[in-house]
């Protein structure tokens, strides 16, 4: 299966810009690049997936390079609330299979007031 | 709105016990999943369900089972704890393609002494 590399940790300061990168150089052509984030004491929760295109919602942005080796997640402005660790994430979407989605460590970010 | 509940937030057993850890989800989903996490390690997958009474394991089934007799609801078994199944045990089940995320439970924090 094919891994993702994401930082430690990062920091950013209250109502700035955050890029969380994410490097998947051996990315399939049918995988899906997933972000969940978890906050603490909870379960995991879904962010945003792209396969090709930019993608935007109400939580974020995901900017995935030309290539799809890399992806970046954008928060657009950091809140307080959003100091959480970062998943990026690969799977095929096959629909109505079962996939498995493999977790890496994920990138802790921490917002200061 | 999606919920995946588990059954009990906090669990403290003792060594050799058989523990139960109980998650139920409301949205229909076919594919439900069992995740350990634990400090450095990220998520890691024990065993997912992709039907009723259908399972494969994940990345470290040693040690657990599964039982699914119901769609809604998929049981982490532990026939003889151990201490280093202390960990945070957390649920998930599969939305409908295309997005297919992950809608977790809030976890289980099982302390085997």
């Known amino acids: 299966d094919a891994k993702t590399t994401q930082p430690n940790s990062m920091e950013s300061n209250e109502e700035e810009p955050v890029h969380l990168p994410c490097n998947h150089s051996t990315i399939s052509g049918t995988d899906y690049i997933h972000w969940y984030r978890q906050l603490p004491s909870q379960g995991p929760e879904y962010v945003i997936h792209?396969?090709?295109s930019n993608v935007n919602n109400r939580m974020a942005s995901l900017a995935i390079a030309e290539d799809r080796k890399s992806s970046t997640l954008i928060l657009h402005r950091a809140t307080l609330r959003d100091a959480a660790v970062y998943y990026c994430i690969l799977r095929v979407d096959s629909s109505g299979s079962a996939r498995q989605l493999t977790f890496g460590s994920g990138t802790q970010l921490t917002v200061l007031p | 709105d999606v919920k995946v509940t588990q059954s009990s937030r906090y669990l403290v057993k003792r060594t050799g016990e058989k523990v139960f850890l109980e998650c139920v989800q409301d949205m229909d989903h076919e594919n439900m999943f069992w995740y350990r996490q634990d400090p450095g390690l990220g998520l890691r997958l024990i065993y997912f369900s992709y039907d009723v009474k259908m399972k494969e394991k994940g990345d470290i089934p040693e040690g657990y089972s599964v039982s699914r007799e119901k769609k809604e609801r998929f049981s982490l078994i532990l026939e003889s704890a151990s201490t280093n199944q202390t960990s945070m045990y957390l649920c998930?089940?599969?939305?409908?393609?295309?997005?297919?995320?992950?809608?977790f439970g809030e976890g289980s924090r099982l302390t085997v002494l």
């Open positions: 998930a089940s599969r939305g409908d393609p295309p997005t297919g995320e992950l809608f």
């Open positions: 792209g396969l090709t």
